[in-house]
């Protein structure tokens, strides 16, 4: 049929006979289909009809796609010089990745030590890596760091290139240069979380992540804050270890602080103005926006009728350096909260006033309170509400599994806000009533 130029029915003999090189053959040289030829080399994995696939490619000047069937038909010197003519040797280094360990390790030894001919040590590093040479990885990587102090890429690759070693004396090196005594220029303290992250070091992560989180807040990244402390409370509990009253504190504060932009933004200003008080109560931990988070709590306590606590926050706002700073368009209303100040005792802030017992021992207690005076307990917090959680009416996100009050999240939910601790979606129905609270007051840790 070939030979009679009825090139089809050649290829469909071809295939019936399981003649595959002849096949991809006909497909590119008599019926220029490198497609169909593609996928016959993929599903029956033939070497020869990569190299043919690949010779088809370079002549036609395609050579991303000749260096990937070069490098797929093992053919790995063609390939490299191929690669290196026309500086594509990181796409031939990813391809790589594609082969077996056994096969590609080699090469990936090659690539490093071409790399470091070229004085181009993060990328060394990083095929050493791949060559599991973790020794030279890391020595390349901690020269690339020293050269680009501020590039992340090659900082996390070191991380992973420790984890996988598990090797302390190559971990004391890392070390050394995120702390800053190899180059005097300590990095940023979120990768020294990152490598006890890596090494399962949760303890020494928890203390690495409170420090970060702080840094993050004062610069005025309180979701990024909040998720540093979520994330590593998450792993501290996946491991069953306990999670420091600290921690759970800061925590608490961010997401009160999340959940007062959630409630102005569905217009509920008695649930955001108590969240409010309790983020202006600690506003040093928020020098970022000290001004206008002082405003918003004047604003949103003054819409909820809770007078006592508007003049209060009014009053630090105009007797302190803050004064200078206030928003024009709200002086006046701030002006006006002071000088309408309540008679002491004639009115009380009924939403901070409600109570439920304390989980842990039974005494009434403030909502909004999550330490108990009679038994000294830290209360998790309702993540939905950011009061004091209960035995009764309880739940939890079936994502972080973080609890809540059901009545709380539920409204949330039907508002259609997802959860605001992982911030996945929910759906009402999937929300189960807690039966037995004890896992959300006792951690492994904890017994």
């Not at 000047?61 to 026309?86: K, P, V, W, Y």
């Not at 921690?247 to 608490?252: G, H, R, S, W, Y």
């Not at 003054?302 to 007078?307: E, G, H, P």
């Amino acid at each position: 049929m070939e030979a009679m130029g009825n090139y089809k029915q050649a290829l469909y003999g071809y295939s019936a006979a399981h003649d595959y090189e002849n096949v991809i053959r006909m497909d590119l040289d008599k019926l220029n289909d490198p497609q169909h030829a593609i996928t016959v080399v993929q599903e029956h994995r033939s070497t020869e009809g990569s190299k043919m696939i690949a010779r088809y490619f370079q002549k036609n000047n395609e050579i991303l796609l000749a260096i990937r069937f070069l490098t797929m038909s093992h053919c790995f010197t063609d390939a490299f010089r191929l690669a290196c003519d026309h500086n594509h040797l990181e796409l031939y280094g990813d391809v790589l990745l594609d082969e077996d360990e056994e096969v590609a390790i080699p090469e990936f030894c090659s690539l490093a030590k071409y790399y470091e001919t070229q004085n181009s040590a993060a990328l060394a590093g990083k095929y050493y890596f791949y060559a599991k040479n973790y020794q030279k990885a890391l020595k390349n990587l901690i020269e690339g760091s020293k050269a680009n102090p501020t590039n992340d890429d090659i900082l996390s690759l070191a991380i992973e290139v420790v984890a996988a070693a598990k090797n302390n004396s190559i971990e004391d090196e890392l070390i050394k240069l995120l702390l800053g005594e190899i180059d005097d220029q300590a990095r940023n303290p979120k990768f020294l979380f990152r490598l006890h992250m890596a090494r399962s070091r949760y303890k020494e992560a928890a203390k690495v992540a409170i420090i970060l989180a702080n840094n993050e807040q004062v610069k005025g990244n309180y979701r990024q804050a909040h998720d540093v402390l979520y994330n590593t409370i998450c792993e501290l509990r996946n491991n069953q270890l306990k999670v420091s009253n600290e921690m759970t504190a800061n925590l608490a504060l961010l997401h009160s602080y999340i959940l007062v932009r959630v409630y102005v933004r569905l217009d509920n200003h008695s649930k955001a103005a108590p969240l409010l008080i309790r983020v202006s109560e600690n506003i040093d931990r928020f020098p970022s926006h000290a001004v206008q988070i002082l405003t918003s709590t004047v604003i949103e306590c003054y819409r909820s009728n809770m007078k006592e606590s508007a003049f209060k926050f009014a009053t630090i706002l105009m007797k302190s350096d803050y004064r200078h700073q206030i928003d024009e368009k709200y002086r006046k209303k701030i002006e006006s909260v002071i000088r309408k100040s309540p008679r002491a005792g004639s009115l009380s802030d009924e939403i901070i006033m409600k109570t439920e017992p304390c989980p842990y021992c039974g005494l009434d207690l403030l909502l909004t309170s999550l330490n108990c005076t009679n038994c000294k307990s830290t209360i998790p917090f309702c993540i939905a509400s950011g009061w004091h959680i209960t035995k009764n009416n309880l739940t939890f996100c079936p994502n972080c599994r973080f609890p809540a009050l059901y009545n709380e999240f539920a409204g949330l939910l039907k508002a259609g806000e997802n959860c605001p601790m992982c911030s996945n979606p929910v759906k009402v129905d999937y929300l189960q009533i807690v039966e037995d609270p004890k896992p959300f007051l006792f951690t492994e840790g904890d017994k």
